[in-house]
Each structure stands twice: as structure tokens, then as C-alpha cells.
């Protein structure tokens, strides 16, 4: 309607038909598709047997929304497969794929195995190649076990168009069928069930002719020379639609995996063709049941949630609250200008936005304040709300707000902004206009320059109660060990730029009794001692106490010191700088480190190990994508040397998904298991779960094998978090919540 009511503003109508036509045809068309979301609701994609999208035992060219991340499980024996899934962009599919293969012991060696069976753990990745049109299929390019020991490893290309609104004719009536989703592939490696006479990349090189294995790996590398080799296969299948029963669909396929070769064998197959059905009982949860092989029942669920959008579940209902009386007190403000300050303090205050130091420049017309928050997320949200009480309190002559922000004493950036531009555009900032008029510009923070201080009383201290829950998955001693525990965060800060930071937690309930496997790393043991580490922390522990100092020497420069305990397995002192040019969407830091390994009960004793690490740190970010490239390169804790490389993704909301890898200078035989050091992670904001504002996070991290080379020192504060506002592009990033 609202697209119509545009055209109707530059047409001439003639007649009131002409009129009534039009608003018919949008009334139509809104109900049409309103029709079949009743008809087909919750349409979202559904999971393989795999963990990726897909039919049952074959992929397909499907994607989930960028941003969104989900969890799949699935019975289907031999194999019980958990998988993560993540979708940094709407063209890219990423999972991490952990299987328990119970046709297969752990290890060669009964004695050693025990009764536990045999663990694969591996990456998939799908990649859309073109995108699907009214008479063109989606492709997407795809790899199984990338990365991790071959055992399920293949390659496809493969196709899905949907077909809508089938229908077939019955005593003078259309019956409806449902929607469609035909896909068909071309698959190598695994993959090769149904094989074809010739691999047509053989024209383009012999080497493509034969698959070969990979000679002394020890898992978990990229095998670039056996891609799309060997034989090729085919496989297909069909994904029903079915109307009016909440979005649950039908799949048959013709299956492409290769069972004579896959995991284990023997496994057997009666049958190449594949039954399941899937059904949504909500949107994002979806139960599934299936036969497979003609001879094995499957069951599984998945679950999976959009986080890219603000506000992704529950909107906010935090909206900025008008100053009381506030004519009354911008009289007395303006009658009394040092009035003006403690007004400033005591409102903003109210709202957790702490000032810090203020001026009021008569001359200029200006009011400046400084202030320090630990509530919002977005910057420029939180600037929003101290330009929104200071309009409203400030005397009618001021004309520019100049609001700076600092973090541990450090001056951040300063956004100034026009008292006029700020009143005319309320409440949609105007992106282009808004920013040309707006200053913002990088600081570096003197307390003594301005004219309120107000007095901060210290040592002041922040403390929380949280839940905390540690865990080992995977491995001959059983497939999860783990304990919960009651945890305190602390902080308490002596001065502005002087803070303790501490964690200690109580174990509540732990099953680590039968958890007893020793590291058997040739290199220091650095965190492959991650099981004593477990058992002997496991009734009282203190995981960090850090004692910081910050300061900025230079604008664009930040410095911190600290020594204690940085994490639960090292402590000693050290500290990083870092220049961060405001304007520039790079950075270049350095840190330097000297460490003792701790003891085992993560108390206050510590084992003979030490040694010194550091590495110089380049960050790059692409404003226009959102990726930030991390890099450090040095000497690492095991006292190798080498490169760490980090991807990861902003979205909107504040999510953050990412992935790793690094590489020394020590041998595949010296790293083992895994070859080298690699995982994933995703933090999502706390505040995307409920409806107020808060700064805090949730997150997850995960890597296939727990080994001493290529790790890095963890320790709490870091530069680059601690000065993320230092940028013009994080507050231009969220220009949009000026009013939220």
C-alpha cells in the first residue's frame, strides 16, 4: 500500500476506478503473500545427517541468513554427530564437525581405548558460487572434513532450484502439492557412490586422475592436491514442501556417499534410496526422522538463530528518559552556570553515564563533558543520550556539545555536535547530513585542562556472581567431562588508571573421576596439562588477579602495564602499547611478556617453567564488510616461533564470529595431533536477550585438539578491547542509534 500511495503521488488520476484499481492490486498482492506464509510457514533451510544444510546424506546449494548461527545433532548409526554452524555472510557456510564412530575403538591399542569409541572432529565449508534466479538453480561448491583426518573427506558442486506452488488437478479443482526444492550435484572423495566414467578435470591436468592420501599427517591438514580428484559421483534429491502442516517437509534422495569407503567400513547399504521427514515446531527448532541406507532409522534436531540484526529477538524497551522540571533547571542553569555542572553530574549519572570533567566555554558557546560508560555497546548510542540531557538542561545560548569519551583514563574520541542539527533531526539521524555537520575527532585526555572535577572516591570496587562451566570434550577417558561452579568477577580500581582484576570460582558439581589421560607432548607443557589443571582446580580456584596500569603518552598511543596471575595457567608481568591511528582502519601494537607456568590448583603457587613471550600485533579492519584481520607474529609460550592469523566478523547487533589458525616454526611430529593450532568463536551481546541495554557478552570457543605449540598468553584487559571507541569507525558504525 505504501508503494502504491507513492505512485498514486505522481499519477493524475482521472477517474476513482483508476484509483480503486490500484489499491486492489497492493491490497492483493499483500494478501497473496500473506496467503502462503499461512500455507508454508517457517521455510528456513533444514539439516543434513551431516550438520550442514542439506537433504539427508546429500548437500545442497542452500544458505542460512548471514549472521546466523546454529547447532545440529544427529543419531544415524555408526555415527552420533554434533555440529556447530555459523554463517559470517549469506554466501558462506562454516561448520565444525565433532562425530562419535562407534563401529571403530579410540585408538588401535583395546587396553588404551577402554570401552570408548572412536572421535572425528573436522571443518565443512559451502560456498555460493551463483546465486538462484527465476529460470537459473543456486550452485554452491562445498568441502566435507576439511581440515581434519580424511576419513570423511569430499568435494561437490551442487545445484537447488526451487519450484513453487505444485499443484495437481482433481474434479475440476486444484489440489495443492507443496513447494519443491530439486537439487542435484557432482561429488569426489566420499562422495563417489554412484561414479562416473571420467573426472572432467583430468583435462585439465592428470594430476586429477587419482586420489592419493597424505603421508605422515598427523590430521587435521588441508590436503589441496587430492581436491575434486579420483573418481567423481552423482547425487540428487528432491526436499516437499508440504501446505498447511507449519512448514514440515518430505526428502528423498538418491544417495552419493560411498560406504565401502566412508569412516569405518563395513557399514552396510540395502538401498540407495533415502526417506526423512522433517518438521518445524518453531522457526529456528526443527525435529527429524529418516531411513537411510534402507536399513538405519536416523533422528535428530537442530536449532538455529538470526543474531546479525540490532535487536535481534526482543526489542528495547529502554528508551532515553526526559530530565524532569527540565525548563525549571535550565533557567536556574543559565542564571546560575555553575549550577549547570552538578546537573550534568547528577542526570547523567542517573542514566550510568559517569562524568568525568566538564567545561563551559561562554566565548564559544560550547559545553564540553567527559564521561566514562559501561553500559552501552554502541558508542554512538551512548553519546546520543548525554547530547539528549544536556539539550534539555543546558542554557539556550550554548549552541555545541563537545562529548568526549575515556575508558581507564584514557581519552578515546570526542564527538561534537550541533545543539540545532541535534533538535531538527530527532528521531532519525540523517546519516550523511548528520555526520558532514558532526566533528569527530581523537583526544588525548588532561584532567587538569578543565573546569569541573569532580572529586571520585577510592578504591572503588565492581564485583558480579556468575555461573561458570568448564569443559573437555572428546577423548579415550569418555566424550564429555566437566564441572560447574559459582564464579566472582571483581574489579576494583584505585585510581582511574589503576585497576585489579579478578576472577575466582567454587566447583558446585564435576564428573572429572574418570578423567586421567596424560599429555603426551614433546614440547613444554603449556596447555596440554589442561586435564590436571581441571581435576586439581576443580573444588577452589583463582583464575586471574591482574593489577593494570593505563596511561596515553601521546594522542593516538596507549600503554599498559601489569603483573600477577593473567590466567589460570601462567602469570609474571609485562605490557603492550599500541598506536591507533583515529582516522585509519589499521593499527600496529607490540607486547612483551615474562611468565611463570602456575601450579596446578590454579592458587597462588607456581611450577619451575618460565619464559618470556611477545609478539608485534598488526589489526586491520574492513569497514565496508566488517572483517577485522588480526595478526601477531613472535615467540610464543612453548617458546616457538611463528604467526597467528584471526578473521572474524562484526554484525549489527554486536555479534562476533570468528576463526583461527597459526603456524611455528616447530615440526607437524612435534605439534602432533592436528598438525597445528586452529578454532573457532562467536561472542554474542548479553542485550540481545533481554529487553535493556548492557555492554557484557556471551561467548564460545572451541578448538579440535588441545596441543602446546603456537599459544598464545591470555590476559584480561587488553589494549585493543579497552581502546575499541578509538576509532572513527566505531562510533560511525552505529550512527543510527544517535536517538535509540
Same mark, same amino acid.
Given at each position: 500500500i505504501e508503494k502504491v500511495l507513492v505512485t498514486l503521488s505522481a499519477v493524475?488520476?482521472?477517474?476513482?476506478?483508476?484509483?480503486?484499481?490500484?489499491?486492489?492490486?497492493?491490497?492483493?498482492?499483500?494478501?497473496?503473500?500473506?496467503?502462503?506464509?499461512?500455507?508454508?510457514?517457517?521455510?528456513?533451510p533444514s539439516f543434513s545427517n551431516y550438520g550442514s544444510l542439506g537433504l539427508m546424506q546429500n548437500p545442497n546449494a542452500r544458505f542460512h541468513e548471514e549472521g546466523t548461527l546454529a547447532f545440529s545433532y544427529t543419531i544415524m548409526q555408526p555415527y552420533l554427530r554434533g555440529s556447530i554452524v555459523a554463517y559470517p555472510f549469506n554466501w558462506l557456510e562454516a561448520s565444525y564437525q565433532y562425530a562419535d564412530i562407534n563401529n571403530q575403538l579410540y585408538s588401535p591399542f583395546p587396553t588404551f581405548s577402554g570401552n570408548q569409541t572412536f572421535k572425528d572432529k573436522g571443518f565443512d565449508v559451502k560456498i555460493r558460487m551463483l546465486k538462484e534466479s527465476e529460470l537459473i538453480p543456486q550452485i554452491a561448491v562445498g568441502f566435507r572434513d576439511l581440515a581434519g583426518t580424511g576419513i570423511f573427506s569430499s568435494e561437490y558442486i551442487v545445484g537447488s532450484k526451487l519450484i513453487s506452488d505444485i499443484s495437481l488437478p482433481f474434479r475440476g479443482t486444484e489440489i495443492p502439492i507443496g513447494h519443491i526444492d530439486v537439487s542435484l550435484g557432482l561429488g569426489w572423495g566420499m562422495l563417489t557412490g554412484n561414479d562416473v566414467d571420467r573426472n572432467p578435470f583430468t583435462r585439465i591436468s592428470e594430476d586429477f586422475r587419482v586420489r592419493e592420501g597424505v603421508e605422515g599427517t598427523q590430521g587435521g591438514e588441508l590436503s589441496l592436491q587430492t581436491f575434486f580428484s579420483g573418481k567423481m559421483g552423482t547425487f540428487g534429491g528432491i526436499e516437499l514442501y508440504l501446505p498447511y502442516l507449519n512448514g514440515a517437509r518430505l526428502k528423498l534422495e538418491y544417495d552419493g556417499v560411498d560406504y565401502k569407503k566412508e569412516g569405518f567400513p563395513p557399514v552396510k547399504q540395502d538401498s540407495k534410496v533415502n526417506f526423512g521427514f522433517t518438521y518445524p515446531v518453531t522457526e529456528n527448532f526443527h525435529l527429524k526422522i529418516g531411513l537411510v541406507r534402507g536399513n538405519t532409522l536416523n533422528f535428530g534436531f537442530s536449532y538455529s538463530g538470526t543474531y546479525a540484526k540490532k535487536d535481534p529477538f526482543i526489542p528495547k524497551n529502554e528508551p532515553h528518559i526526559p530530565v524532569p522540571n527540565a525548563n525549571i533547571e535550565k533557567r536556574v542553569n543559565t542564571d546560575f552556570p555553575e549550577f549547570l555542572y552538578i546537573s550534568s553530574l547528577r542526570h547523567l549519572q542517573a542514566r550510568n553515564l559517569n562524568v568525568q570533567a566538564a567545561t563551559l566555554d561562554e566565548e564559544s558557546n560550547s559545553y564540553e563533558v567527559v564521561y566514562a560508560q559501561s553500559r552501552h555497546s554502541s558508542y554512538t548510542r551512548s553519546a546520543g543520550r548525554v547530547a539528549r540531557v544536556l539539550d534539555e538542561i543546558s542554557p539556550d545560548y550554548i549552541d555545541t556539545f563537545k562529548i568526549t569519551n575515556i575508558n581507564a583514563n584514557m581519552g578515546l574520541h570526542t564527538i561534537s555536535?550541533?545543539?540545532?542539527?541535534?533538535?531538527?533531526?530527532?528521531?532519525? &539521524? /540523517? !546519516?550523511?547530513?548528520?555526520?558532514?555537520?558532526?566533528?569527530?575527532? &581523537? /583526544? !588525548?585526555?588532561?584532567?587538569?585542562?578543565?573546569?569541573?572535577?569532580?572529586?571520585?572516591?577510592?578504591?572503588?570496587?565492581?564485583?558480579s556472581i556468575v555461573p561458570n562451566l568448564r569443559s573437555q570434550i572428546g577423548g579415550p577417558d569418555g566424550f564429555y567431562f566437566g564441572d560447574f561452579r559459582i564464579g566472582l568477577k571483581s574489579e576494583l580500581l584505585f585510581q582511574k588508571n589503576i585497576s585489579l582484576l579478578s576472577s575466582f570460582s567454587v566447583g558446585v558439581v564435576d564428573n572429572y573421576g574418570e578423567l586421567k589421560l596424560a599429555s603426551d607432548s614433546v614440547l613444554p607443557h603449556v596447555r596440554s596439562d589442561i586435564v590436571q589443571y581441571l581435576k586439581q582446580s576443580k573444588k577452589i580456584a583463582m583464575e586471574r588477579s591482574q593489577l593494570s596500569f593505563f596511561y596515553n603518552p601521546l594522542p593516538e598511543v596507549f600503554v599498559k602495564t601489569s603483573v600477577g596471575y593473567f590466567e589460570p595457567m601462567f602469570g609474571g608481568f609485562g605490557g603492550e602499547v599500541l598506536y591507533k591511528p583515529f582516522y585509519k582502519t589499521w593499527s600496529l601494537g607490540a607486547e612483551l611478556w615474562r611468565v611463570k607456568q602456575r601450579a596446578y590448583d590454579q592458587r597462588l603457587k607456581f611450577q619451575d617453567y618460565e619464559t618470556t613471550t611477545g609478539y608485534i600485533n598488526f589489526n586491520y579492519f574492513e569497514p565496508r564488510s566488517r572483517i577485522l584481520l588480526q595478526v601477531k607474529g613472535g615467540r610464543f609460550l612453548a617458546e616457538d616461533s611463528g604467526l597467528h592469523f584471526d578473521v572474524s566478523r562484526r554484525f549489527k547487533s554486536g555479534m562476533r564470529t570468528g576463526v583461527y589458525v597459526a603456524k611455528t616454526d616447530i615440526s607437524r611430529a612435534e605439534f602432533g595431533e592436528g598438525s597445528y593450532e586452529k578454532g573457532f568463536y562467536f561472542f554474542i551481546p548479553v542485550e540481545a536477550f533481554f529487553t535493556n541495554y548492557s555492554k557484557g557478552s556471551v561467548g564460545f570457543g572451541l578448538r579440535p585438539v588441545t596441543r602446546d605449540g603456537a599459544q598464545i598468553l591470555i590476559h584480561g584487559h587488553d589494549l585493543w578491547g579497552v581502546t575499541d571507541q578509538a576509532t572513527s569507525h566505531s562510533i560511525l558504525r552505529d550512527w543510527d542509534d544517535l536517538y535509540d
Open positions: 493524475n488520476l482521472k477517474t476513482p476506478k483508476l484509483f480503486l484499481f490500484l489499491f486492489l492490486t497492493s491490497l492483493n498482492i499483500n494478501l497473496e503473500a500473506s496467503l502462503q506464509d499461512y500455507i508454508y510457514p517457517n521455510q528456513k555536535l550541533s545543539r540545532d542539527k541535534l533538535v531538527r533531526h530527532n528521531p532519525v &539521524p /540523517i !546519516k550523511n547530513v548528520t555526520i558532514q555537520e558532526t566533528e569527530i575527532t &581523537p /583526544i !588525548k585526555y588532561d584532567f587538569d585542562n578543565y573546569d569541573f572535577q569532580p572529586k571520585t572516591n577510592f578504591p572503588a570496587h565492581f564485583w
